[in-house]
């Protein structure tokens, strides 16, 4: 938003007034994101082991399944503090699992597909819900409770399991879609959106529905090396384990198609299986399948909006504003900036002296400063995490006693 003529920008225009004050106030939103893409939250040890895949309940505790030993396993999470993996079931031929809101697993069990009832004494009761398939790969859950389920030996198709009085009805949505034998996941969005890793033609496939029937796009291919792993957020944030890139990207919705924006590398191992949590606030991966003994857990952004005012000081101080952040969620700060516009004396710098530090871990509602100084007229300031701008700022000059405005937006 422009805020000045282009003969103005970026300068102060000749005016008798004396002496000059500049006043400065926010124009636009701060954006405070607190966590860091790309920034570890905690890693959390697993047995040894071919993890096929993760599941998180409503309460943050996550699932998995361990193909090696054919059990699943539990990490009960408190307030991000995770306990000891803990089993409990041993199922033949795991590979992919998901979790309903009232805490029953889903599993992708060889040729079956099962259901294991959470009871009140925190056992399980297991229900066959189709068996005579292939071999299943990745399953996931709509917000209706309907399963999707991949058969990775039966042409490459994808299955629905559609849900009416508590059983299940199952059918094929699409076939012939080579490569999903690498399949760790699925994901579906909250418009029934299927999203396939095809790992073979190194592309993300999209299953839309439409009109009882699914039609087949690709969502992503770029680059992509052997994709193995998705999750989708409630904003439709897709996530991809790009196997042999050694990645995982955050592709987010843009004008029908998506932005990429790289969320974390690795350098010894790659990616095949991520989860997000019920809110999409941790991301959880698999480093090559769990062989490292591990999973690894990130926070997304979550990004809240305030403002800001600057109070005023006279044309030629060096006098600092201050800039107080707050954590809506809790974090680690990646890194951060202030960002300048490298005109001399149209300048704004980090004053130094803020109490905002990458060494601390914040919790929800945990305050930071950064003191900003202008040079004359400061013009625009942006405080990032990692590739996230988390304050951006734009302050105007005001020549008192006429006003005028002689500062644009960074845009």
């Known amino acids: 938003m422009s805020l000045a003529s282009a003969a103005e920008r970026g300068r102060f225009v000749s005016n008798s007034v004396s002496p000059y004050k500049v006043g400065f106030a926010s124009l636009a939103v701060l954006a405070l994101v607190f966590f860091l893409p790309g920034r570890l939250h905690a890693l959390i040890p697993v047995a040894t082991g071919y993890i096929g895949g993760i599941a998180v309940d409503s309460n943050g505790n996550l699932f998995y399944t361990n193909t090696n030993d054919n059990k699943v396993y539990e990490v009960v999470n408190s307030s991000g503090t995770y306990a000891p993996a803990v089993p409990v079931l041993n199922v033949t031929g795991l590979h992919g699992i998901a979790v309903d809101g009232s805490g029953n697993l889903y599993l992708a069990a060889g040729s079956r597909v099962l259901k294991e009832t959470l009871s009140s004494s925190d056992t399980y009761s297991e229900t066959v819900l189709t068996n005579g398939l292939s071999n299943t790969g990745g399953i996931a859950l709509d917000s209706s409770e309907n399963l999707y389920v991949t058969d990775t030996n039966s042409g490459g198709r994808v299955l629905k399991g559609t849900l009416s009085a508590g059983s299940y009805t199952f059918s094929t949505i699409a076939t012939g879609l080579t490569g999903y034998s690498g399949a760790a ?204 701008v988390v304050v951006a700022f734009m302050m105007f000059a005001t020549m008192e006693p006429e006003t005028s405005r002689y500062c644009v937006s960074p845009a």
Not at 234 to 249: E, T
Not at 353 to 372: F, R
Request: proline share 3%; with cysteine.
């Open 185 to 388: 996941a699925l994901a579906v969005d909250n418009s029934g959106n299927v999203f396939v890793p095809d790992p073979v033609n190194n592309r993300v496939v999209k299953l839309a529905p439409s009109s009882g029937s699914y039609t087949q796009t690709v969502a992503v291919s770029d680059g992509l090396n052997s994709p193995r792993g998705v999750a989708i957020d409630s904003a439709g944030n897709l996530y991809i384990a790009d196997y042999n890139n050694k990645r995982v990207l955050k592709e987010i919705p843009s004008s029908g198609g998506y932005t990429e924006k790289l969320f974390e590398t690795y350098v010894n191992f790659g990616i095949d299986t991520l989860a997000l949590d019920a809110g999409g606030d941790v991301l959880y991966t698999a480093p090559t399948g769990g062989y490292s003994g591990s999973i690894l857990a990130y926070q997304t952004s979550t990004v809240a909006r305030t403002s800001v005012s600057f109070n005023s000081v006279a044309v030629g101080s060096s006098a600092s504003q201050t800039v107080t952040v707050t954590f809506p969620t809790a974090g680690t700060l990646d890194q951060y900036s202030v960002t300048t516009q490298g005109i001399a004396r149209l300048d704004f710098s980090d004053a130094g002296g803020g109490t905002c530090s990458t060494e601390k871990i914040y919790a929800a509602g945990d305050t930071c400063t950064v003191n900003v100084a202008g040079e004359k007229a400061g013009c625009c300031g942006v405080f990032r995490v990692s590739d996230a």
